[in-house]
Protein backbone atom coordinates (compact mmCIF):
# COMPACT_ATOMS: atom_id res chain seq x y z
CA UNK A 1 0.00 0.00 0.00
CA UNK A 2 1.06 3.33 -1.00
CA UNK A 3 1.95 5.69 2.41
CA UNK A 4 1.60 9.32 1.86
CA UNK A 5 3.89 11.55 3.58
CA UNK A 6 3.15 15.27 4.24
CA UNK A 7 6.06 18.54 4.03
CA UNK A 8 5.96 19.78 7.44
CA UNK A 9 8.31 22.86 6.73
CA UNK A 10 10.01 24.72 4.34
CA UNK A 11 12.97 27.09 3.85
CA UNK A 12 13.50 28.96 0.81
CA UNK A 13 17.61 29.39 0.07
CA UNK A 14 17.27 31.67 -2.62
CA UNK A 15 14.61 34.19 -4.19
CA UNK A 16 16.92 34.10 -7.66
CA UNK A 17 17.44 31.53 -9.69
CA UNK A 18 19.74 29.28 -7.79
CA UNK A 19 19.08 25.10 -7.16
CA UNK A 20 19.90 23.20 -4.16
CA UNK A 21 22.02 20.79 -5.89
CA UNK A 22 22.82 18.49 -2.62
CA UNK A 23 21.64 18.00 0.97
CA UNK A 24 23.87 16.64 4.08
CA UNK A 25 23.11 15.92 7.23
CA UNK A 26 25.73 16.93 10.15
CA UNK A 27 26.76 14.27 12.38
CA UNK A 28 26.13 14.64 16.25
CA UNK A 29 25.05 18.17 16.21
CA UNK A 30 22.78 19.60 18.54
CA UNK A 31 20.31 21.06 17.30
CA UNK A 32 20.67 18.54 14.31
CA UNK A 33 22.01 20.74 11.19
CA UNK A 34 22.00 20.14 7.65
CA UNK A 35 23.75 21.46 4.86
CA UNK A 36 22.65 22.67 1.50
CA UNK A 37 24.93 23.40 -1.70
CA UNK A 38 23.28 25.87 -4.50
CA UNK A 39 23.97 26.61 -8.01
CA UNK A 40 25.36 29.95 -7.32
CA UNK A 41 28.32 28.78 -5.48
CA UNK A 42 26.80 28.63 -1.74
CA UNK A 43 26.99 26.75 1.42
CA UNK A 44 24.14 26.86 3.47
CA UNK A 45 23.99 25.43 7.17
CA UNK A 46 20.34 24.82 8.45
CA UNK A 47 19.19 23.94 11.64
CA UNK A 48 16.64 21.39 11.58
CA UNK A 49 15.28 21.55 15.16
CA UNK A 50 13.62 25.27 14.42
CA UNK A 51 10.43 24.67 12.87
CA UNK A 52 11.30 26.69 9.90
CA UNK A 53 14.11 25.22 9.14
CA UNK A 54 16.34 28.33 9.97
CA UNK A 55 19.22 28.87 8.15
CA UNK A 56 22.26 29.80 10.64
CA UNK A 57 25.20 30.17 8.35
CA UNK A 58 26.45 31.38 4.96
CA UNK A 59 29.52 30.43 2.96
CA UNK A 60 29.61 31.78 -0.71
CA UNK A 61 32.76 29.89 -2.65
CA UNK A 62 33.58 32.39 -4.99
CA UNK A 63 32.40 34.27 -7.49
CA UNK A 64 32.20 33.43 -11.47
CA UNK A 65 32.30 29.40 -12.91
CA UNK A 66 35.56 29.12 -11.36
CA UNK A 67 33.77 28.52 -8.42
CA UNK A 68 30.94 26.18 -9.02
CA UNK A 69 30.52 23.24 -6.87
CA UNK A 70 31.50 21.05 -9.51
CA UNK A 71 32.50 17.70 -7.85
CA UNK A 72 29.73 18.37 -5.45
CA UNK A 73 29.67 18.21 -1.51
CA UNK A 74 30.71 15.65 1.28
CA UNK A 75 30.32 15.76 5.11
CA UNK A 76 32.89 13.81 6.66
CA UNK A 77 31.05 11.29 8.90
CA UNK A 78 34.19 11.04 11.21
CA UNK A 79 33.89 15.05 11.83
CA UNK A 80 31.33 16.54 13.50
CA UNK A 81 31.57 20.04 11.70
CA UNK A 82 34.07 18.84 8.93
CA UNK A 83 32.59 19.27 5.14
CA UNK A 84 34.97 18.99 2.00
CA UNK A 85 33.77 20.63 -1.47
CA UNK A 86 35.25 20.25 -4.86
CA UNK A 87 35.10 22.84 -7.47
CA UNK A 88 35.69 23.87 -11.13
CA UNK A 89 39.00 25.84 -10.07
CA UNK A 90 40.68 22.10 -9.17
CA UNK A 91 40.39 22.62 -5.30
CA UNK A 92 39.43 20.47 -3.11
CA UNK A 93 38.40 22.84 0.00
CA UNK A 94 37.94 21.23 3.53
CA UNK A 95 35.59 23.57 5.82
CA UNK A 96 35.37 23.52 10.06
CA UNK A 97 31.90 24.91 10.31
CA UNK A 98 32.78 26.51 13.59
CA UNK A 99 35.14 28.95 12.54
CA UNK A 100 34.62 32.45 11.63
CA UNK A 101 35.18 33.61 7.96
CA UNK A 102 35.04 31.76 5.07
CA UNK A 103 36.16 28.57 7.82
CA UNK A 104 38.14 27.18 4.73
CA UNK A 105 41.14 25.18 7.04
CA UNK A 106 42.84 23.03 4.18
CA UNK A 107 43.08 23.04 0.68
CA UNK A 108 43.95 20.51 -1.85
CA UNK A 109 45.11 20.30 -5.33
CA UNK A 110 46.83 18.34 -8.20
CA UNK A 111 49.78 21.08 -9.42
CA UNK A 112 51.00 19.20 -12.37
CA UNK A 113 47.02 19.86 -13.67
CA UNK A 114 46.20 23.05 -11.86
CA UNK A 115 42.85 24.46 -12.93
CA UNK A 116 41.44 21.24 -14.47
CA UNK A 117 37.65 21.25 -13.18
CA UNK A 118 36.00 18.66 -11.15
CA UNK A 119 33.19 17.07 -11.23
CA UNK A 120 33.05 14.14 -8.87
CA UNK A 121 33.70 13.59 -4.84
CA UNK A 122 34.00 10.84 -2.42
CA UNK A 123 35.55 10.49 1.18
CA UNK A 124 36.34 7.63 3.52
CA UNK A 125 36.17 7.59 6.98
CA UNK A 126 37.66 4.01 7.22
CA UNK A 127 41.05 5.36 6.00
CA UNK A 128 40.35 9.43 5.95
CA UNK A 129 40.84 9.21 1.96
CA UNK A 130 39.29 12.12 -0.24
CA UNK A 131 38.71 11.02 -3.73
CA UNK A 132 37.98 13.45 -6.51
CA UNK A 133 37.52 12.59 -10.52
CA UNK A 134 38.20 15.21 -13.32
CA UNK A 135 36.94 16.50 -16.39
CA UNK A 136 39.23 14.76 -19.42
CA UNK A 137 41.53 16.90 -20.18
CA UNK A 138 44.82 16.94 -22.36
CA UNK A 139 43.47 13.06 -22.74
CA UNK A 140 43.45 11.96 -19.00
CA UNK A 141 40.52 11.65 -16.84
CA UNK A 142 42.29 11.66 -13.61
CA UNK A 143 40.75 9.50 -10.55
CA UNK A 144 42.74 11.85 -7.47
CA UNK A 145 43.13 10.20 -3.76
CA UNK A 146 44.37 12.53 -1.03
CA UNK A 147 45.20 12.49 2.80
CA UNK A 148 42.65 14.32 4.84
CA UNK A 149 45.46 14.18 7.84
CA UNK A 150 48.09 15.98 5.44
CA UNK A 151 46.83 19.03 4.27
CA UNK A 152 47.86 22.11 2.86
CA UNK A 153 46.82 25.19 4.66
CA UNK A 154 48.26 27.94 1.61
CA UNK A 155 48.06 27.27 -2.06
CA UNK A 156 51.62 27.71 -2.41
CA UNK A 157 52.20 23.96 -0.72
CA UNK A 158 49.89 21.76 -2.00
CA UNK A 159 50.35 18.29 -1.27
CA UNK A 160 50.90 16.25 -4.43
CA UNK A 161 47.66 13.29 -4.46
CA UNK A 162 48.51 10.03 -2.70
CA UNK A 163 47.17 8.63 -5.90
CA UNK A 164 47.04 9.43 -9.51
CA UNK A 165 44.92 7.19 -11.44
CA UNK A 166 45.05 8.45 -15.08
CA UNK A 167 44.19 5.33 -17.28
CA UNK A 168 41.31 3.83 -16.51
CA UNK A 169 38.57 6.28 -17.60
CA UNK A 170 38.70 8.17 -21.39
CA UNK A 171 35.83 10.97 -20.65
CA UNK A 172 34.96 12.67 -17.49
CA UNK A 173 34.64 11.00 -14.11
CA UNK A 174 31.38 10.97 -12.65
CA UNK A 175 30.66 9.20 -9.73
CA UNK A 176 32.94 7.78 -7.01
CA UNK A 177 32.04 5.49 -4.16
CA UNK A 178 34.15 3.82 -1.10
CA UNK A 179 32.45 0.69 0.49
CA UNK A 180 31.37 1.41 3.79
CA UNK A 181 33.64 -1.83 5.44
CA UNK A 182 35.89 -2.42 3.12
CA UNK A 183 39.08 -0.37 3.35
CA UNK A 184 40.75 0.60 0.30
CA UNK A 185 37.63 -0.68 -2.29
CA UNK A 186 36.84 2.28 -4.64
CA UNK A 187 34.42 2.73 -7.44
CA UNK A 188 34.69 4.78 -10.26
CA UNK A 189 32.22 5.44 -13.07
CA UNK A 190 32.29 8.16 -16.31
CA UNK A 191 30.72 8.95 -19.41
CA UNK A 192 32.46 6.52 -21.15
CA UNK A 193 30.03 3.75 -19.59
CA UNK A 194 33.27 2.02 -17.52
CA UNK A 195 33.12 1.44 -14.09
CA UNK A 196 36.35 0.41 -12.56
CA UNK A 197 36.96 -1.02 -9.10
CA UNK A 198 40.12 -0.68 -7.34
CA UNK A 199 42.54 -1.58 -4.86
CA UNK A 200 43.70 1.81 -3.27
CA UNK A 201 46.12 0.33 -1.56
CA UNK A 202 48.20 0.07 -4.25
CA UNK A 203 50.21 3.13 -6.24
CA UNK A 204 50.44 1.40 -9.45
CA UNK A 205 47.26 1.89 -11.31
CA UNK A 206 47.79 -1.61 -13.38
CA UNK A 207 48.09 -3.20 -9.90
CA UNK A 208 45.41 -1.25 -8.05
CA UNK A 209 42.36 -1.88 -10.89
CA UNK A 210 40.63 -5.05 -9.54
CA UNK A 211 37.71 -5.30 -12.12
CA UNK A 212 36.30 -3.26 -14.92
CA UNK A 213 32.34 -2.81 -16.00
CA UNK A 214 31.45 -1.83 -19.59
CA UNK A 215 27.85 -0.63 -18.48
CA UNK A 216 27.19 0.79 -22.43
CA UNK A 217 26.00 3.77 -20.94
CA UNK A 218 27.21 7.40 -19.21
CA UNK A 219 27.44 6.20 -15.71
CA UNK A 220 25.86 8.29 -13.09
CA UNK A 221 26.03 6.97 -9.88
CA UNK A 222 27.39 3.70 -8.95
CA UNK A 223 27.93 2.13 -5.02
CA UNK A 224 28.73 -0.85 -3.36
CA UNK A 225 26.47 -3.34 -1.57
CA UNK A 226 27.51 -3.25 2.14
CA UNK A 227 26.72 -6.90 2.00
CA UNK A 228 25.54 -8.56 5.46
CA UNK A 229 28.46 -11.28 4.64
CA UNK A 230 32.33 -11.50 5.56
CA UNK A 231 35.00 -8.65 3.54
CA UNK A 232 36.79 -11.55 2.23
CA UNK A 233 34.25 -13.22 0.19
CA UNK A 234 33.87 -11.45 -3.11
CA UNK A 235 30.18 -10.87 -3.05
CA UNK A 236 30.63 -8.15 -0.53
CA UNK A 237 32.39 -6.05 -3.31
CA UNK A 238 29.11 -6.92 -5.72
CA UNK A 239 28.05 -3.60 -7.37
CA UNK A 240 25.16 -1.56 -9.04
CA UNK A 241 24.88 1.29 -11.22
CA UNK A 242 22.83 4.08 -12.54
CA UNK A 243 23.45 5.70 -15.64
CA UNK A 244 22.23 9.21 -17.11
CA UNK A 245 19.52 7.26 -19.39
CA UNK A 246 18.03 6.30 -15.97
CA UNK A 247 19.33 2.81 -16.50
CA UNK A 248 19.92 0.56 -13.52
CA UNK A 249 22.19 -2.47 -13.16
CA UNK A 250 23.65 -4.94 -10.55
CA UNK A 251 27.22 -6.34 -10.81
CA UNK A 252 28.95 -9.39 -9.51
CA UNK A 253 32.57 -8.54 -8.11
CA UNK A 254 35.25 -10.59 -10.90
CA UNK A 255 38.71 -10.16 -11.33
CA UNK A 256 40.98 -9.38 -14.42
CA UNK A 257 41.72 -12.46 -14.92
CA UNK A 258 38.12 -13.89 -15.21
CA UNK A 259 37.50 -10.88 -17.40
CA UNK A 260 39.83 -12.07 -19.87
CA UNK A 261 38.41 -15.01 -19.97
CA UNK A 262 34.55 -13.66 -20.44
CA UNK A 263 35.48 -10.67 -23.12
CA UNK A 264 32.65 -9.67 -24.87
CA UNK A 265 29.70 -11.22 -22.21
CA UNK A 266 27.22 -9.45 -20.75
CA UNK A 267 28.96 -8.29 -17.11
CA UNK A 268 25.31 -7.69 -15.68
CA UNK A 269 23.89 -10.02 -12.85
CA UNK A 270 20.69 -8.41 -12.96
CA UNK A 271 20.18 -6.28 -15.61
CA UNK A 272 16.79 -3.64 -15.15
CA UNK A 273 17.20 -1.59 -18.54
CA UNK A 274 15.28 1.55 -18.40
CA UNK A 275 13.19 1.50 -15.00
CA UNK A 276 11.24 4.71 -15.73
CA UNK A 277 7.81 2.61 -16.58
CA UNK A 278 8.81 -0.19 -14.21
CA UNK A 279 9.20 2.14 -11.36
CA UNK A 280 6.47 4.43 -12.56
CA UNK A 281 9.05 7.89 -12.53
CA UNK A 282 10.42 10.45 -15.49
CA UNK A 283 13.81 10.19 -13.66
CA UNK A 284 15.93 9.17 -10.37
CA UNK A 285 16.49 11.24 -7.79
CA UNK A 286 19.52 8.39 -6.15
CA UNK A 287 19.61 5.80 -4.37
CA UNK A 288 20.62 5.20 -1.09
CA UNK A 289 22.25 2.79 -0.02
CA UNK A 290 22.53 3.39 3.58
CA UNK A 291 19.14 3.55 4.13
CA UNK A 292 17.73 0.97 1.00
CA UNK A 293 15.69 3.98 -0.79
CA UNK A 294 15.21 4.57 -4.05
CA UNK A 295 14.11 8.17 -4.64
CA UNK A 296 12.42 8.96 -7.59
CA UNK A 297 10.32 12.17 -9.26
CA UNK A 298 7.86 12.89 -11.84
CA UNK A 299 8.02 17.16 -12.08
CA UNK A 300 5.01 17.14 -14.99
CA UNK A 301 2.67 15.31 -11.85
CA UNK A 302 4.16 17.24 -9.13
CA UNK A 303 5.22 13.66 -7.09
CA UNK A 304 8.40 12.38 -5.29
CA UNK A 305 8.90 8.96 -4.25
CA UNK A 306 10.31 6.80 -1.97
CA UNK A 307 10.92 2.80 -2.91
CA UNK A 308 12.31 0.48 -0.56
CA UNK A 309 14.13 -2.05 -1.68
CA UNK A 310 15.80 -5.45 -0.31
CA UNK A 311 18.80 -7.54 -1.43
CA UNK A 312 19.73 -10.85 -0.96
CA UNK A 313 22.59 -13.33 -2.36
CA UNK A 314 21.44 -16.86 -3.11
CA UNK A 315 24.49 -18.47 -0.73
CA UNK A 316 26.27 -17.08 2.13
CA UNK A 317 28.24 -19.95 1.94
CA UNK A 318 29.97 -19.89 -1.03
CA UNK A 319 32.93 -17.19 -1.07
CA UNK A 320 33.71 -17.86 -4.98
CA UNK A 321 34.36 -14.50 -7.28
CA UNK A 322 30.83 -13.75 -9.32
CA UNK A 323 28.31 -13.91 -6.17
CA UNK A 324 25.86 -10.58 -6.63
CA UNK A 325 22.59 -10.12 -4.37
CA UNK A 326 19.01 -10.19 -6.13
CA UNK A 327 17.75 -6.40 -5.88
CA UNK A 328 14.49 -6.20 -5.17
CA UNK A 329 12.27 -3.14 -5.29
CA UNK A 330 9.04 -3.26 -3.15
CA UNK A 331 6.76 -1.30 -4.80
CA UNK A 332 4.15 -2.36 -2.17
CA UNK A 333 5.56 -0.01 0.31
CA UNK A 334 5.74 2.74 -1.69
CA UNK A 335 5.63 6.58 -0.32
CA UNK A 336 4.65 9.39 -2.05
CA UNK A 337 5.91 13.00 -0.95
CA UNK A 338 2.97 14.70 -1.94
CA UNK A 339 3.18 17.99 -3.83
CA UNK A 340 6.88 17.50 -4.09
CA UNK A 341 8.59 20.33 -5.27
CA UNK A 342 5.54 21.41 -8.01
CA UNK A 343 7.10 21.14 -11.42
CA UNK A 344 10.51 21.78 -10.64
CA UNK A 345 12.82 18.95 -10.79
CA UNK A 346 14.08 17.42 -7.45
CA UNK A 347 17.80 17.43 -7.15
CA UNK A 348 18.38 15.95 -3.82
CA UNK A 349 16.72 13.94 -0.75
CA UNK A 350 18.72 13.25 2.67
CA UNK A 351 17.34 11.56 5.53
CA UNK A 352 17.57 12.34 8.87
CA UNK A 353 16.99 10.89 12.16
CA UNK A 354 13.41 9.63 13.60
CA UNK A 355 12.13 8.91 9.69
CA UNK A 356 12.46 12.71 9.04
CA UNK A 357 13.35 13.63 4.86
CA UNK A 358 14.79 16.53 3.60
CA UNK A 359 14.73 17.13 0.17
CA UNK A 360 16.35 20.39 -2.42
CA UNK A 361 14.60 21.29 -5.27
CA UNK A 362 15.32 23.71 -8.46
CA UNK A 363 13.20 25.73 -7.07
CA UNK A 364 15.79 26.79 -4.58
CA UNK A 365 13.51 25.30 -1.17
CA UNK A 366 14.35 22.72 1.07
CA UNK A 367 11.49 20.97 2.61
CA UNK A 368 11.32 18.71 5.51
CA UNK A 369 9.06 15.86 5.54
CA UNK A 370 7.84 13.59 8.56
CA UNK A 371 4.80 10.85 8.15
CA UNK A 372 1.51 12.41 10.12
CA UNK A 373 -1.41 10.74 10.84
CA UNK A 374 -4.59 11.51 8.52
CA UNK A 375 -5.93 14.18 10.24
CA UNK A 376 -2.85 16.10 11.32
CA UNK A 377 -1.69 17.46 7.84
CA UNK A 378 -3.25 20.33 6.14
CA UNK A 379 -5.49 20.12 3.20
CA UNK A 380 -2.88 21.89 1.10
CA UNK A 381 0.45 20.27 1.53
CA UNK A 382 3.45 22.72 0.97
CA UNK A 383 4.45 22.89 -2.02
CA UNK A 384 6.61 25.14 -4.50
CA UNK A 385 4.62 24.49 -7.82
CA UNK A 386 3.48 28.46 -6.93
CA UNK A 387 6.90 29.96 -7.42
CA UNK A 388 7.46 28.96 -11.01
CA UNK A 389 6.50 32.02 -12.62
CA UNK A 390 9.56 33.79 -11.02
CA UNK A 391 11.54 31.46 -12.84
CA UNK A 392 12.78 32.04 -16.28
CA UNK A 393 16.28 30.90 -17.12
CA UNK A 394 17.83 27.94 -18.44
CA UNK A 395 18.57 24.40 -16.14
CA UNK A 396 21.42 24.92 -14.47
CA UNK A 397 24.05 22.23 -16.09
CA UNK A 398 25.98 21.02 -12.66
CA UNK A 399 28.30 18.69 -15.12
Not at 59 to 71: N, Q
Not at 231 to 260: C, I, N, P, Q
Request: glycine share 6%; with cysteine; proline share 4%.
Amino acid sequence: MTRSIYASTKSHLSYTPSYVLSLATLPDTTPAQLVASLSDNSLRVLDTASSQLREVRKLFLGKGDSAVLSGGVCVCSDSTHTVITASADGLVRVYDLRGAGDSTVAEFSDAARHGVPLTTLAYSALTHTIAVGTELAQQDARVLLFDLRSPSTTSKSSPAPLRIYADSHSDDVTALAFHGSVPHALLSGSTDGLITRYNTIHADEDDAVCQVVNTNASVRQTGFFDAPIPASRAGSLALWALSHMETFAVYAATDKAEESDNEGEDDAAQEFGDIREAWNCEYVVGIDMRHRRIAVGSNSTSKLSLIPFSYSYPSLSSSAPGVAPRFVPEFKHRSELLGAHGEEVVRCVEFGADGIIYSGGEDGIVKCWKEQKSDEHSEEPLSAGKQNSRRSHKRFAPY
